[in-house]
């Protein structure tokens, strides 16, 4: 038995210039280094076949579309948008004389308890 000879860039070069000179645009190029082979596919390949029907994939879709409805809602719920959230009134700033009279009571309140007068 005779040793395969080995693959060199030449053949790769003659394998595509061939597909090209057979009018073919489009060729997949299996180059085999272990076995030393070169296989060329012409053509395209075929398009695949849709999937075969199953009546259980309706089911699934169903269930998952409501079950992202469900976290969905209970999302809103925990945490509405900004545009439906419930205002929360703040109170005013004390003013200047408010703050002064609350500094006041507080001293006063302070000075009657163990201070000497």
């Given at each position: 038995?005779?040793?395969?000879?080995?693959?060199?860039q030449?053949?790769?070069e003659?394998?595509?210039?061939?597909?090209?000179?057979?009018?073919?645009?489009?060729a997949?190029?299996?180059?085999?280094?272990?076995a030393?082979?070169?296989?060329?596919?012409?053509g395209?390949?075929?398009?695949?076949?849709?999937p075969?029907?199953?009546?259980?994939?309706?089911?699934?879709?169903?269930?998952?579309?409501?079950?992202?409805?469900?976290?969905?809602?209970?999302?809103l719920?925990?945490?509405?948008?900004?545009?439906?959230?419930?205002?929360?009134?703040?109170?005013?700033?004390?003013?200047?004389a408010?703050v002064?009279?609350?500094?006041?009571?507080?001293?006063?309140?302070?000075?009657?308890?163990?201070?000497?007068?």
């Amino acid at each position: 038995m005779t040793k395969r000879a080995n693959i060199g860039q030449g053949d790769i070069e003659r394998a595509l210039k061939a597909c090209k000179r057979a009018g073919y645009d489009k060729a997949r190029v299996h180059i085999n280094v272990a076995a030393q082979t070169i296989d060329i596919m012409l053509g395209e390949d075929q398009p695949k076949a849709p999937p075969a029907y199953n009546p259980w994939d309706e089911e699934f879709k169903k269930a998952e579309s409501e079950a992202m409805l469900e976290r969905v809602k209970k999302r809103l719920e925990d945490n509405p948008p900004a545009s439906q959230r419930k205002r929360q009134i703040l109170p005013a700033a004390p003013s200047p004389a408010e703050v002064e009279a609350s500094r006041l009571r507080a001293r006063s309140r302070t000075r009657g308890k163990g201070q000497a007068p």
